[in-house]
């Protein structure tokens, strides 16, 4: 079974289109994270989430907003999109929001190209 | 923030030993993790250090001076499979969710 999974796994868009992504984990864990890896291989943290609190990476634009369904269910809806979005957005888990030594379950990663 | 560097590419023949270095300039300090990502797909963990000292974990190692802001991640026996990136990554401040450094591409060849 899959522990962290995300869809699709592949995203080709036009500019100016809106988007999701979807991510699911059946680990049971209470906290959930969206990362950008650009083509540098910067992996960048974006949002970082629980049923108590969420946090912004300040530097993500406000196109970018994760919704939570579910403890198990993070989504990415991403407005407008742009070039420069295109990216591999990897989804992750942890059982509690400090990391510690508890570690970070990532997805397979969703890999987008805006046109 | 956290200022996190290391190299950008090494290389190295299988069956040998490699160790790669990162060091990091933060103000509070939570922990330090090293993951392994090859390419396409998700980076999985491989350690975590918040104390001085070495951490082995079979053909991985783990080493951390706080003092010095540096950590090497050490690979003996080398394999064609090590072959991938590695990313150092910070627990700092008022956060314990790490912030990634760039990653160091290990090409091992026969």
């Known amino acids: 079974d899959t522990a962290v999974s995300q869809t699709p796994k592949y995203l080709v868009t036009q500019m100016g289109n809106d988007k999701s992504i979807k991510c699911e984990q059946n680990?049971?864990?209470?906290?959930m994270y969206w990362y950008k890896q650009d083509s540098k291989k910067f992996l960048k943290i974006m949002f970082s989430?629980?049923?108590?609190?969420?946090?912004i990476n300040e530097t993500v634009p406000n196109r970018f907003s994760p919704k939570s369904p579910d403890k198990a269910h993070l989504n990415l809806h991403i407005n407008s999109l742009e070039l420069g979005d295109s990216a591999v957005y990897f989804c992750?888990?942890?059982?509690?929001?400090?990391?510690?030594?508890?570690?970070?379950?990532f997805g397979p990663g969703t890999r987008l190209l805006v046109l | 923030g956290q200022n996190i560097d290391q190299p950008t590419e090494m290389t190295a023949t299988e069956g040998a030993i490699v160790q790669i270095n990162c060091t990091y300039q933060?103000?509070?300090?939570?922990?330090l993790f090293w993951y392994q990502q090859h390419a396409g797909e998700a980076p999985t963990f491989l350690s975590y250090n918040v104390l001085d000292g070495l951490e082995e974990k079979g053909r991985f190692s783990s080493f951390l001076s706080r003092s010095k802001g540096y950590s090497y991640l050490l690979l003996k026996e080398l394999q064609m499979k090590d072959s991938a990136s590695y990313l150092c990554a910070v627990a700092s401040g008022g956060s314990y969710i790490p912030t990634f450094g760039r990653g160091t591409s290990l090409i091992v060849h026969p």
């Open positions: 680990l049971g864990h209470d906290t």
């Open positions: 989430y629980n049923n108590k609190e969420l946090i």
């Open positions: 992750a888990s942890s059982q509690e929001l400090e990391v510690r030594k508890e570690t970070q379950y």
């Open positions: 933060t103000s509070g300090f939570n922990g």
